[in-house]
């Protein structure tokens, strides 16, 4: 079995460390922790890992946030992945920071990055990995709210709670999406 996790975020140093990178961060953590790494390749960084016999196939695309669709299209045509084997890990400022929540479908809840790939789907039935970011902004301070970093009260348990972000990743693939949302959802 095979699965596409794509990691929403935007390449560059100058958005590493910032909430909308989430999706980034959580995919680099999962391939350190098998010991591999990205590399540069067609609208995404890519790698893929092996987890009880099933092939993650990891991509964090260089297209930018809103132009998202176009990465995972070309990895799924490419890799010939079902779009039942999908998963987008994403940031959500309807989420309090930290707490995740998975889903089979869904809005984009005026996501950039999922609208467009709504878009080339056609549909906004594929699994996405909502991790909350919060919503401490003022009004119309949405897009600056989420391209700034982490503050410290955060930065102290992102580790824990992007290292459950992979076992949830991992836990799609294996045990099913049903069962974890069921297991790990608002944990």
């Known amino acids: 079995m095979k699965y596409l996790i794509v990691g929403l975020g935007n390449p560059g140093v ?3 460390n910032t909430r909308h990178n989430i999706g980034f961060k959580v995919l680099d953590a999962l391939a350190e922790s098998s010991n591999t790494s990205f590399k540069e390749e067609k609208h995404a960084y890519y790698t893929s890992i092996k987890h009880k016999s099933r092939t993650y196939h990891l991509i964090k695309p260089t297209t930018f946030m809103n132009l998202s669709g176009k990465a995972l299209n070309y990895w799924m045509q490419h890799l010939k992945v079902k779009v039942d084997n999908i998963l987008v890990v994403t940031d959500d400022i309807a989420l309090p920071f930290g707490v ?6 869904g809005s984009d809840g005026g996501h950039n990055g999922l609208k467009d790939i709504n878009y080339y789907l056609g ?3 594929y699994a996405r990995l909502r991790f909350g ?3 401490q902004f003022l009004k119309g301070q949405q897009a600056q709210y989420v391209l ?6 955060e930065e102290k348990d992102l580790s824990e709670r992007i290292q459950h972000a992979t076992k949830m990743i991992l ?3 294996t ?3 049903a069962r974890t949302m069921s297991d790990f959802n608002g944990k």
């Open 148 to 153: 700034s970093e982490w503050i410290t009260d």
């Open 171 to 173: 836990a799609f693939g």
């Open 123 to 125: 549909h906004t039935k």
């Open 100 to 105: 995740m929540r998975l889903r089979g479908k």
């Open 14 to 16: 100058k958005y590493e």
């Open 175 to 177: 045990i099913g999406l």
């Open 133 to 135: 970011v919060g919503d």
